[in-house]
């Protein structure tokens, strides 16, 4: 029997093969944590009364959730972060100025790569599958399990196998791909179990929309989800001074589940509340005419630069209506270096958005456009669940950047084909 | 080891940004998490007197989302004793192995009614509700996760294995 992505990955790294469903103690290439999960993590650490972590390279620290500290006791927090990198001599420590959101900053700096085994406590950490590594969604303790020892458990998880064939269509991308497999699993229809894309399509998903994809994989309660390596990933890392050798799945490897998905006949999505999992084709939302009081367009998901390119696409020379108040963040120093370069940046501001530094902010109703009662967004982000963005009376729609765009100068969700 | 409680009934779904509201991470103390354990579920749930030794009975998909181990420590420091789910989402079903917060998956919770007084055992599988005198059989841990709930979790773990191999 052949091999998914994911032994060929774990075996490659445990030094002999592993099987589905056998638990391994695991040395990791990096472990991550933020400013919410790390501090349960550093003190835990301290608990143990050991002086030094295993190896502070492999520890990476973002504080991003709560960034630009949003009061003193989040400021708290990321001080005892900066502090404990300081004093183990952890490096990739990113501070406010050199920061993004964790997971836009890592591939993009070249700090994780194809093949890396990584440990994240934030649960889109899954969102490195896009270049063929198995990365993975854990919590504080496991982090500090890395930093006594260096390894982490995993239990080599079943597949399934998500086939894709096609191109997308106009105003159609990584996005709605995959809140459509979202809604065809269910929340927790991948539960346990990573998702691994194959099939002819792939070479039609650019790097960008294949890390909006991967970073959706756990709200199918994917455990990750996996792009091959091909020349697109090879072309991404070559530009970080990275060499990655092309890896795919074995064609006789065993898969617990297939889903086929066209890309071709995909319309853009829209999920509604309160689950990531209630999307819908936008001709059909659009017929209800849901008015909306903002807009977010970034995050983790959706905030790098073919999405803001995709947005400006649809905002340049128009405003966004004066009901609607739109906050665009892009995903780190590097993106907004370059939305300002491009131009988007200034089709933004004439647009009447509100351009944020680097942040979670919004997204997990943190600060930086917080949602009052009664309220409704529309969101690039990955959740909607009760009270994400703010009260627990107020609802988030979400989308892909182009629809977000749209619906912020129509005034009510709608389609970009129609302004 | 057995453990007998009060149930609180929840339903399917209920995510990690309900179990423990974003708006309170700007902590990690549980003793002030546990103030606003399962807020957005059941506001004022984690402040009330009845909570301390109860168990708290939920659907499928049992601490979904984001993966905040201030989630399971703010039900653990409320002084939850137990939580039985027909099935957890994986990163919260790890976290409370790590963190020594016992879990129970059972198939099927329709013998527990909220307010129920309920007794589980450990060792043999077996919940039995006092009120009604029902039964409902539970399988064991993989070994793996055995392991750690003896070592009393994670850390203690990771500190066993480096002073055994350092000897
Ligand atoms: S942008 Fe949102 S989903 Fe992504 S890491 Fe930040 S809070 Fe989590």
Redesign the pocket.
Known sequence: MGMTLTEKILSDKYGREVKQGEYILLEVDIALA?DITAPIAIEEFYKTRLSKVYNPDQIVLVP??FVPNKDIRSAMQVKMIREFAKEQGIEKFFELGTMG???VLLPEQGIVKSGDVVVGA???TCTYGALGAFSTGVGSTDIAGVYIMGKAWFKVPEVIDVYVEGKFGKYVSGKDFVLKLISTLGVSGANYKAMEFRGPGIKNISMDSRFTISNMAIEAGGKTGIFPVDEITQTYEEERGIIAEQLSADDDAYYIKQIELKLGDLEPQVAIPFLPSNSKDISEIEKRRVRIDQVVIG???N?RMEDLRAAASILKGKKIDKNVRCIIIPGSQQVYKEAVKEGLVDIFVDANCAVSTPT?GP??G?HMGVLADGEVAIST???NFVGRMGHTGSKVYLSSPVVAAASGIKGYISSPENL | MEIKGKVFVFGNDVNTDEIIPARYLYTHNPQELAKYCMEDARPGFGKRDDIKGGIIVAGENFGCG?SREHAPISIKAAGISCVIAKSFARIFLRNCINIGLPIVEVKDTAIFKEGDIISIDFNKGIIINENTGKRLEFGSYPDFMKEIISHGGWINYAKNLIKGEKE
């Open positions: 933020n991003d959730h959101i964790e997971h934030d649960s889109h995050s983790c998901t905030g979670c997204c997990l943190g982000t990955n959740r | 984001s």
